[in-house]
C-alpha cells in the first residue's frame, strides 16, 4: 500500500526556517516525481514544485524560488521541503503529493503556523 | 503560465439532481485532472486523463471535454458528493490548479 507519511505541525517564528519531511512507503521511491502543494487557510491549492528523487532535478513555480527547497534522501525514502524566511504568507498547510502524471497519492499535510 | 478558471465557486444540489462543473483553461491543455477534497482531509484523484475514474470512484461521476473547456459532471448529486472540487492541468509547468468548486448538499 503506498504511503506517504508527513510530520507533524511546525511553528516557526518570522524570518526563521522550517522543514518538513514526507516518507514514502509501498512503492519504489526513485520511480515517481515527488510534489508539493501548498494551501492557506480557506484557500485552493497551489504547486509549489517537484523533485526527481532519483537525479535530485527540481522544478519550482516562479513565486516559491526563494521561498521553498525540495530535497530528498534516497536512503530513507523521504523528501523533504524547507520554507525559509518565514511570514505570516507562509502560514498554510503544506502536501506532498506523488506523481507519475496526475498527483495520485497524497500525504495527510503538515501545517506551518508562522507566530512570533 | 495557465490559469484555470473554474464555475461556479460554488453550488448547492438536492440529492437526485444533475451537477456540472466547469474549468476554462487560458491555454489548450491536453488532458484535464480533478481531485476531490473534503474539509480537513487531503485531496483526492478523482478524474485524470480527462475522462477516466479514478480508483474507488463511483461511475456517477463522470469528465469531458478538450483544449480550453473541460467539465465535471455528477449524473445523480448524493449526500457523499459534497466536497471542493479543483481542476488540475499538467501540460506546462507550473502546474496550476483553479480556484475550486464547493458542491453542498441542498
Known amino acids: 500500500e503506498v504511503q506517504l507519511q508527513q510530520s507533524g505541525p511546525e511553528v516557526g517564528r518570522p524570518g526563521s526556517s522550517v522543514k518538513i519531511s514526507c516518507k514514502a512507503s509501498?512503492?519504489?521511491?526513485?520511480?515517481?516525481?515527488m510534489n508539493w502543494v501548498k494551501q492557506s487557510p480557506g484557500q485552493g491549492l497551489e504547486w509549489i514544485g517537484w523533485?526527481?528523487?532519483?537525479?535530485?532535478?527540481?522544478d519550482y513555480a516562479e513565486k516559491f524560488k526563494k521561498k521553498a527547497t525540495l530535497t530528498a534522501d534516497t536512503s530513507s525514502s523521504t523528501a523533504y521541503i524547507q520554507l525559509s524566511s518565514l511570514t505570516s504568507e507562509d502560514t498554510a498547510t503544506y502536501f506532498c503529493?506523488?506523481?507519475?502524471?496526475?498527483?495520485?497519492?497524497w500525504g495527510q499535510g503538515v501545517m506551518v503556523t508562522v507566530s512570533s | 503560465e495557465i490559469v484555470l478558471t473554474q464555475s461556479p465557486t460554488t453550488i448547492a444540489a438536492s440529492p437526485g439532481e444533475k451537477v456540472t462543473i466547469t474549468c476554462r483553461a487560458s491555454?489548450?491543455?491536453?488532458?484535464m485532472y480533478w481531485y476531490q477534497q473534503k474539509s480537513g482531509a487531503s485531496p483526492k484523484l478523482w478524474i485524470y486523463?480527462?475522462?477516466k475514474l479514478a480508483s474507488g470512484v463511483p461511475n456517477r461521476f463522470s469528465g469531458s471535454g478538450s483544449g480550453t473547456s473541460y467539465s465535471l459532471t455528477i449524473n445523480t448529486m448524493e449526500t457523499e458528493d459534497a466536497a471542493t472540487y479543483y481542476c488540475?492541468?499538467?501540460?506546462?509547468?507550473?502546474?496550476?490548479f483553479g480556484s475550486g468548486t464547493k458542491l453542498e448538499i441542498k
Open positions: 523533485i526527481d528523487p532519483e537525479y535530485g532535478s527540481t
Open positions: 491555454s489548450s491543455v491536453s488532458y
Open positions: 486523463d480527462t475522462s
Open positions: 488540475q492541468q499538467w501540460s506546462s509547468t507550473p502546474l496550476t
Open positions: 509501498g512503492y519504489t521511491f526513485t520511480d515517481y516525481v
Open positions: 503529493a506523488r506523481s507519475g502524471a496526475p498527483f495520485d497519492y
